[in-house]
């Protein structure tokens, strides 16, 4: 747990996200390094989508790599995790960003046939489950307690500008270079991420909680066994893959709604599509500048509620600017839920077990998202898009009612337990 800034009684001054990047140099490298890879990601994801569906013909073809590249590598979550609390978080990032740099590399080089491709696709995903929590875990080590919030929001922001950028670059590369090119712009970006986090200075592993050593597998039940034992952690784990498993079936509920509910054209399912990830971008500049001014309780729980209400007043639309409007609002909520999310874990967990705690969330993100995919596609053909965006925006509702009596609890428990002078739990649990 990182030492909490600013004196008793005093608003410990907070640094701005612009101000963190310019005299932060170990935060401006993770940030970079990261919106570089993300953004190199968004390429290649386009151009492996366009090289699998023209060279098989198959719409399975691109559900499998889909499915090889975010849920697969979920399933190891707990030993991704693991490495990160095992080995030097500097290390541990540069490693599995030329890892992802030369399987992209090889696949830009050979493209593969299709199983081929998929065992490399999944290699390289691997290699970026680990890098996740390490990433996440390593920003207590490089930034003051009091900006934690902004450190998350402005990461938050770069990632997620970089993903939505992706595409547009690949559009404007492809005429030029073609599929194999965008890939090698890929495999580039992330030997150059590798190369940034260079410059970070060493951070290496804290004292595991548990004390002994044991082998990676057993730090990955140690992860496991910490979740189900703190439960302040569980259930903000929990509440957010709940939010997940209900919200995470829009983007089909979305196409479907512009397509069939409104009987608008495809621009209208790009602006449906856009509208999430412009409110994000806006919901991270704004928890970023604004973040300390109320609780990281009330801050998640605000964004649970608008995520959920978001998606169910999608369903109450009755035209597509109407539908814009509500979606690019829900934005605002997944960057306030992302943000307090992330920043207190880094502050509640020790800091030997946050690697592991990230990793575990992580993966259950990805089990939640990829059970919401299938049981909304059950849903949305056995009613309607808008019925299942009322559904999903109503449990997503539930969801956040019942965190709202469970997290306080858990939180002052958390507190009795803790030691008496750990004032950044007490403030937490206020």
Known sequence: MSASGGTPGTEPRKTSGLQLLRDNAGFRSLWSARVVSVG???????????????TTGQAIAVSLLLLVGDFVPSLLSPIAGAISDRFDLKRVMIACELAQGMVLLLIALSLPPLPLLLVLVGVRAIAGQVFLPASRAAIPGLVRDRDLETANATLGFGTNAAEALGPLAAAALFPFVGVRGVLLVDAVSFLL????????????????????????????????????????????????????????????????????????????????????????????????????????????LAGFAVNSAGNLLTGLAWAVAAAFMTQFIRGFGIAAMDVATNTMLQRLVPQGMLGRVFGNLYGAIGVAAALSYIAGGFLLDATSAPTTLLIAGGGGLLTTVLVAFALPRALRKHTSDSDPDDTETRRLAQ
């Not at 968004?42 to 023209?54: K, T």
């Not at 034992?229 to 479907?256: E, P, Q, T, W």
């Open 193 to 300: 991420a590798g190369s940034v986090l260079l410059t970070l200075r060493s951070l290496p592993p804290a004292p595991s909680p548990e004390g002994t050593k044991t082998s990676l597998l057993g730090d990955a039940r140690s992860g496991l066994g910490y979740i189900r034992s703190a439960k302040v952690v569980r259930v903000i784990a929990l509440g957010f893959c709940a939010i997940v498993a209900f919200n995470g079936v829009d983007d089909v509920a979305l196409v479907l709604l512009a397509t069939e509910s409104f009987a608008a054209g495809q621009s209208a399912v790009g602006l449906l599509l856009g509208a999430v990830g412009i409110g994000l971008l806006f919901g991270y500049a704004l928890t970023a500048r604004y973040s300390t001014r109320t609780s990281l309780v009330t801050l998640l």
């Open 40 to 54: 190199g990601d968004a390429l290649s994801l386009v151009a492996l989508m366009l090289h699998v569906a023209e």
